[in-house]
């Protein structure tokens, strides 16, 4: 451990990383080293088991290099001056800390331009038709797989080497449609600019305003009310619900088990309707916003619980058939093994990790809203495959069920107040996050005189994708579609 002191001696933590301690919200400890030294703190804290999140550019006060490490329940905030006159050195960490490597490749393949080095491929401008081959033998060749698929599929490419059955390596290519939402942020009020967060991934819209609100509250020391954040933490377990039942859903599609896969697109199709009939929208947008929501339910919390109960009877028999189906869980078992020590390297999260034992959950980690009295129970396998990716989830749709009723309970009791207002012209930054269906989600934001200056998003799905080259290692090319729909992860929230 190097002698890293506890999170809560701040002084101390600061002493030993030579680095100045900032103000900053809570669970938010913000560091400042000079530029030579922030190589050498980013080791200490990564022999520390700080789990590196996301690294970025700041604007205010001035440019920095900042990387966010999460550390025993706190966030970690090391900044150091990057300008043209103290450059920092690209591509270093990455090189012996794989969690880290995409993103810092993609703040420097930002910062520098387009322009590769010769014989180099960037990772955010990836060329479809360029094959970069590392296998050789009898009968090897390559199979580029997308950026163009069959079927409703988001664009990203795999470029597949294998000599007709096994697949001995696999390189993933996010970034074909990036949209520059980052930068659409900028300018817009927090009111507008929410409506933006809900479309950096469709499937995880509450998710994404939920964070990006938290991020504006902490920047400006506004606490939403209690029924606000019950509300949100609802909308946020039905999504988690329709996005598992929706993973469920495809990997009973991959193995012709056309009747499960009915009936689990059934299930969520009831999810989305609840949703609706509670927000007006079936992804539940237009409802979270930084200060709270809009308004209650449109339909009453007797109907939300009766709701809940029909869902809870319907997926326990569902769930039952599935697993008791031997021709669906043998294509499971066993297939997409990532161990914990390649899910901890990689810094996973969200089912991808907890499939692997590592108990990683924003919720449980770091509360936020609602969750700091709801008492959520991570759902944790060891198998470390992609049946174990699909029984976490299993857990946690009981586990959101459980959660919701709770929820519908504390809303019961709680009356008063939706929404505060914030101050009008406001100014601050910081940090929020929110347990996206796909895993922890972080959001970066700067305010000035109430209005947005800069936005990063660190989403889960980027950080898994990093991952999934690595997860055939006893699999065959007809397992593809089985482990990809494992890790239940979406395209848009790394090409945001």
């Known amino acids: 451990m190097n002698g890293i002191p506890p999170i809560e001696a701040l002084d101390e933590l600061a002493q030993r990383l030579d ?42 006060p001035d440019q920095t290099q900042t990387a966010v490490f999460a550390l025993r329940g706190q966030l970690v905030l090391l900044g150091a001056t990057a300008t043209p006159d103290t450059p920092l050195p690209a591509d270093l960490i990455g090189s012996w800390w794989p969690t880290v490597a995409w993103a810092e490749r993609e703040l420097h393949e930002r910062a520098a331009g387009p322009a590769a080095p010769p014989g180099e491929r960037l990772l955010t401008q990836p060329d479809a038709d360029r094959l970069d081959r590392n296998v050789s033998g009898l009968d090897v060749f390559t199979i580029p797989y997308g950026p ?7 664009a990203i490419q795999f470029q597949i080497e294998t000599g007709g059955e096994d697949v001995p390596r696999l390189q993933t290519r996010p970034f074909f449609k990036r949209r520059g939402i980052e930068a659409r942020f900028t300018g817009l009020t927090p009111d507008v600019a929410v409506h933006v967060a809900e479309r950096v991934a469709g499937i995880a819209s509450c998710a994404y305003a939920s964070a990006f609100s938290h991020a504006v509250e902490r920047a400006l020391g506004v606490t939403p009310p209690a029924r606000a954040r019950s509300w949100r933490a609802l909308y946020c377990e039905l999504e988690r619900m329709a996005c598992h039942l929706d993973v469920i859903a495809k990997e009973a599609e991959t193995t012709a088990l056309y009747v499960g896969q009915a009936r689990f697109q059934i299930l969520k199709e009831r999810v989305q309707r609840l949703r609706a009939r509670l927000t007006g929208n079936r992804f539940g947008r237009g409802v979270i916003l930084p200060g709270g929501v809009r308004g209650d339910g449109i339909i009453g919390l007797d109907e939300v619980h009766d709701a809940l109960d029909e869902l809870e009877d319907e997926l326990a028999r569902d769930r039952r058939l599935f697993l008791g189906t031997a021709s669906m869980t043998d294509r499971l078992i066993g297939g997409g093994y990532v161990d914990r020590a390649l899910v901890e ?57 459980r959660i919701s009723r709770q929820v519908v309970d504390h809303l019961r009791r709680r009356d008063g107040d939706l929404l505060v207002g914030l101050p009008p012209h406001g100014t601050g930054a910081a940090c929020g996050w929110a347990e996206a269906p796909q895993g922890e989600l972080l959001v970066w934001v700067e305010l000035a005189d109430g209005v947005v200056g800069r936005v990063h998003i660190a989403s889960p799905s980027l950080r898994n994708w990093a991952l999934f080259d690595h997860a055939f290692p006893r699999d065959v090319l007809t397992d593809f579609a089985f482990i990809e729909h494992s890790f239940g992860l979406t395209p848009a929230g790394a090409d945001r």
């Open 148 to 154: 163009v698929r069959s079927g409703v599929f988001e």
């Open 345 to 401: 390297r990689y810094g996973a999260v969200g089912p991808v990790a907890r499939a692997s034992g590592l108990s990683t959950d924003a919720r449980h980690e770091r509360p936020y809203g609602d969750y700091d009295r709801l008492g959520v129970r991570v759902v944790v396998h060891r198998e470390g495959d992609a049946m174990a990716r699909i029984n976490v989830r299993f857990g946690e749709l009981s586990e959101s069920l």
């Open 19 to 60: 680095a100045k301690v900032q103000p900053g919200p809570v669970r938010e400890l913000r560091l400042r080293t000079e530029p030579d030294q922030f190589l050498g703190a980013v080791r200490q804290l990564h022999e520390a088991g700080a789990r590196c999140v996301t690294m970025f550019l700041t604007a205010a």
